[in-house]
């Protein structure tokens, strides 16, 4: 599971004698924060934890004011370990460029300063730490909780995970879900894309993005064309302007344009996006339904079962590094293909109320895939999917 394998990745760099700076990325709302403050409290180790929320992101001098608390903080504990955290780092400009200085000055003065960095813009972390902080760090993806997680946390179902989603900090609300819905809309999907999209990257058009995002959560699991977007969009802005945004809306954990499947690098880049929501919560709370209103409901059912699969499938390739597509040629279609060392693997997602025309058998003579699954109630049933580390399947 995500979280299990973080913490245990953290409790071994917390145990070395070495120093490091552990980057720890992922969504709003996931148990970062949480989890770095429990690890701090059972090490026992001396620590300094601060965050960049309400700092001007212009006040890059903040980072290592706050450092230089930290060294403080260290020399009078004396101790041969000490761990320094900032949250949100992301939010300040020029973030990397501060943390290298005094990275590289603690070095040479030879300060036992571990740093722990969080950040909830995976785009803008990775652009800092590529440019600035190369060698010197190691990153971890901590994803949306799977079902395994809420089922162990919250003895949640497989239903209630389809609808809900998988985060973990509304789960005490499900069962008011007007609350649930305002509560996913307000804190959840507007904060993220004002503060960690609008307040830091380029956004000419906010209005369209957002729409942008609501077509999306709306034909989640569908391909749809940028042209064809744009007509759904009523606007006059062109398909790169849309595909920038989709990959702004990728990196803050919400919502992912997966591309086709083909043996030519050109070709994939070209192809048209499928809309993929980072966690189902996304778009249930968008919804008028209730979950015992859309369970009735065969076909929209199977739709939110078969985004349920790709957010299990998207937050995991992030983890374990295997790249995620779809394939389709003229009317052969396979929902996801998994891509990892060589080996590909064919998944068809087949809901109860699912009248498409099977891809299987084109996917297997054009690629001799490693593997191809069929996952269904007539084959691997969804619920035990959702129970297993894709990953294996390369095995």
């Not at 999306?216 to 759904?232: E, N, R, V």
């Not at 690098?265 to 709370?285: C, D, G, M, W």
């Not at 983890?319 to 590909?344: A, M, P, S």
Request: proline share 3%; aromatic share 10%.
């Amino acid at each position: 599971m995500y979280q299990r394998s973080v913490i245990q990745d953290i409790e071994r760099r917390l145990k070395e004698p070495r120093r490091f700076i552990q980057v720890l990325m992922g969504p709003r709302q996931v148990g970062k924060t949480t989890l770095v403050s429990q690890l701090l409290k059972q090490s026992k180790q001396p620590h300094f934890f601060v965050s960049s929320d309400g700092v001007p992101n212009s006040d890059a001098v903040w980072v290592a004011e706050q450092w230089e608390v930290a060294r403080l903080k260290w020399k009078q504990n004396g101790a041969s370990d000490f761990i320094f955290v900032i949250d949100e780092i992301q939010k300040i400009d020029r973030w990397s460029e501060i943390v290298k200085k005094m990275w590289d000055e603690d070095t040479r003065e030879e300060r036992q300063i571990k740093v722990i960095l969080l950040g909830s813009s995976r785009l803008l972390l990775q652009q800092g730490l590529t440019e600035s902080l190369a060698g010197r760090f190691e990153s971890t993806y901590l994803g949306h909780w799977s079902f395994p997680e809420m089922n162990e946390a919250f003895g949640w179902d497989p239903r209630q995970f389809v609808w809900f989603g998988g985060y973990p900090g509304s789960a005490d609300l499900i069962t008011d879900e007007d609350r649930w819905k305002k509560y996913v809309s307000d804190s959840l999907i507007e904060t993220s894309i004002s503060k960690d999209i609008l307040m830091l990257a380029r956004v000419d058009k906010p209005a369209l993005m957002r729409r942008l995002f609501e077509l999306g959560c709306l034909y989640s699991g569908q391909i749809l064309a940028y042209t064809k977007m744009l007509g759904q969009l009523l606007d006059a802005g062109n398909t790169t302007t849309l595909s920038h945004y989709l990959d702004l809306l990728d990196t803050a954990g919400l919502l992912a344009g997966i591309e086709k499947y083909a043996a030519n690098e050109i070709r994939i880049r070209a192809s048209s996006p499928k809309f993929q929501v980072h966690n189902t919560a996304l778009i249930s709370a968008q919804r008028n339904e209730t979950l015992a209103e859309i369970s009735s409901q065969p076909e929209q059912w199977g739709r939110m079962v078969e985004s349920a699969v790709g957010a299990h499938l998207l937050n995991h390739s992030l983890t374990q590094n295997f790249k995620l597509h779809y394939w389709r040629h003229r009317n052969d279609e396979i929902d996801f293909v998994l891509e990892k060392r060589g080996k590909i693997i064919g998944l068809e997602i087949k809901s109860g109320a699912s009248h498409k025309a099977s891809g299987m058998k084109a996917f297997q003579k054009a690629f001799n895939p490693h593997k191809i699954l069929l996952i269904g109630d007539s084959a691997l049933p969804w619920q035990e999917f959702l129970r297993i580390n894709p990953n294996e399947l390369f095995d």
